[in-house]
């Protein structure tokens, strides 16, 4: 399997080749060249499979440079019970016949991108090890990412992390959840300022190329191929869960910002798996939700700040992949399309024969709002007794707008309530459950360094703590 970028600007890649690669080098994003086709016999004998043999069938077949002993060995060691507290890794809960969660939330951080994450820490780790390299990540979080990478890449060898977050600006769970690691390759930095502060050391580290190439500084970021192939393996996973036979068919609901996740689920049906509908869920920030009801694609100047955080996008980074396949895998139209979007403006595909394959491909949207998702989370506790979080409930709001007669829906849950604990007091009067292993996480001692917005003492701090 070879890789290419959108924009038709790279030389064809291996997998471990852009594994630990951000942007393509002419500013696209990495794509298989083609997805590889699994036929109903296939399915049929997938369907017996439990999660570490799924994940080893799908993946295999994008990270074909990876000697399959080793992929197997390192997939039996992401996905156990230990990490992700069942063995069932993602369990699949019915709320009624034909209506189902998807749980994605059970790993460490209790967000659907540990899935994703747990498997990078691993992949990263052996790839390393094999080039004898070392790897800087830096990272700017307001709470949920650069959490999960954290927890990813504790212990692993080769790997450093230096995680900026907004100093007093995240809940007392994520800044306990984040501080309380005390593994030596973390390095938590405590940023006096707020999130785009952060954001910005970010990227004025990594546009010092002298720095970046002498101290090996990586990212992790929503764009890397690796996370969505590992995101590709649950909806085969809960197609398996709630159906008997390969002939029927299933929709999928996808709480929404980056396009990661229901990108994910798009190269699942392009596979193969017979997926009816994706329906895109977003939140205010519905610039999504505005292309698929329009066929314009607006980025916005201004992000939103709303009850799920970890939708607030203006734009979604991995959105190209999609348009690259809608264009009919033209680079030179995605190209076009994205200098437009690269120099603030917008384009619109309503008028081209383009828009019209949205649908073919299973495309369709909505969006939710704050009243909205108290509504839901009230609605699918006093009905069914579950208790979801506001990412989840704005899924569920949009879910159920676009469910059909005889067709089984699956709503993706991407976090559990316990990290957004103010919203669900707002919606149910009661305080979330959590898991046990959890209890008095904010009492643990906490480990950071507080520092100033200023990306040269972040500097500094780098090299005093990245080893040669
Ligand atoms: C990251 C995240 C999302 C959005 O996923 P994308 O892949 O960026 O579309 C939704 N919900 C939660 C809880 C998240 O952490």
């Known amino acids: 399997m070879k890789y290419l970028s959108t924009r038709g600007g790279m030389p064809p890649k291996s997998f471990t080749e852009i594994l630990l690669g951000g942007l393509a080098p002419d500013g696209g994003l990495t794509i298989a060249e083609n997805y590889p086709q699994v036929t109903k016999a296939e399915l049929a004998a997938w369907r017996k499979l439990n999660y ?6 799908v993946i295999r077949r994008f990270a074909d440079d990876i000697p399959a002993a080793d992929l197997k060995a390192i997939l039996d060691k992401t996905y156990t019970a230990e990490v992700f507290r069942s063995d069932d890794i993602t369990p699949v809960k019915t709320l009624e016949p034909g209506l189902h969660i998807l749980g994605l939330s059970h790993g460490p951080t209790l967000a659907f991108k540990d899935v994703a994450m747990q498997l990078l ?10 080039e004898g390299a070392e790897l800087n990540i830096l990272g700017a979080t307001s709470g949920d990412t650069g959490s999960a ?28 959840q ?5 593994d030596p ?13 952060c954001q910005d050391i970010v990227k004025a580290v990594s546009n010092d ?4 190439d002498k101290y090996k500084i990586g990212t992790v970021n929503s764009i890397n191929w690796a996370r969505v192939t590992a995101q590709v393996v649950y909806y085969f996973k809960a197609y398996f869960a709630v159906t008997k036979c390969e002939d029927e068919e299933v929709s999928f609901s996808v709480p929404s910002g980056n396009f990661g996740n229901v990108c994910a689920g798009h190269i699942a049906k392009q596979m193969g798996l017979p997926i009816r509908k994706l329906i895109v869920a977003t939140n205010e920030n519905d610039v999504l939700d505005e292309f698929f009801r329009t066929g314009v694609y607006r980025p916005r100047p201004e992000t939103a700040h709303t009850s799920s955080p970890s939708m607030d996008i203006s734009k979604a980074s991995n959105f190209e992949r999609f348009v690259y396949d809608l264009v009919g895998r033209d680079p030179q139209v995605v190209k076009e399309l994205w200098q437009k979007v690269d120099a603030g403006g917008s384009f619109d595909l309503a008028q081209t024969p383009y828009f019209e394959k949205v649908a073919d491909f299973g495309f369709t949207s909505g969006s939710s709002n704050h009243g909205d998702r108290l509504t839901t989370i009230r609605r699918v506790f006093e009905s069914y007794g579950a208790m979801i979080d506001t990412h989840t409930a704005d899924g569920v709001k949009v879910g159920l707008e676009h469910r059909e007669m005889g067709i089984p829906l699956v709503c993706l849950e991407t976090a559990l309530p316990a990290k957004f604990e103010e919203t669900i007091r ?10 046990a292993d959890l209890a008095g996480l904010e009492q643990l001692p906490q480990r950071f360094e507080v520092v100033k917005a200023d990306a040269e003492e972040v500097k ?3 090299v005093a703590h990245a080893g040669h």
């Open 209 to 212: 190329l002298g720095f970046k």
């Open 52 to 57: 570490r043999d799924l994940a080893f069938e």
């Open 426 to 435: 707002e919606a149910l009067g009661r305080e979330p459950e959590r898991p």
């Open 149 to 176: 990478a954290e927890y990813a890449m504790r212990g692993k060898k080769g790997i450093r992390v230096f995680m900026l977050s907004p100093k007093g600006k995240m809940s007392p769970f994520q800044t306990a």
């Open 178 to 182: 984040m501080y309380s690691l005390q």
């Open 185 to 197: 390759n973390i390095f938590n930095l405590a940023v006096e300022g707020v999130f785009d502060d």
């Open 460 to 462: 500094r701090f780098i």
């Open 121 to 130: 820490g691993n992949l990263f780790e052996y790839v390393l090890a094999k």
